[in-house]
């Protein structure tokens, strides 16, 4: 396993999805019992929902 991930967070609400992410490098934990761990390739954003969370437009 690599000893760090990317990830996409967010941080605050604010008008825009690109406002209220950050880009973090966070480093990898190892997964507690109960738990694992899983690599992803690829994965996708929902553009519509994403930013109505980043409104805090989600009840």
């Not at 209220?20 to 109960?34: N, Q, S, Y």
Request: with cysteine; aromatic share 8%.
């Amino acid at each position: 396993m690599t000893e760090q991930y990317r990830a996409i967070r967010l941080e605050r609400f604010a008008a825009t999805f690109r406002e209220a992410a950050d880009i973090a490098t966070l480093p990898l934990e190892a997964p507690r019992a109960g738990e694992l761990s899983v690599r992803n390739h690829w994965c996708g954003i929902n553009g519509i929902f994403d930013t109505q969370i980043a409104r805090n437009a989600v009840d």
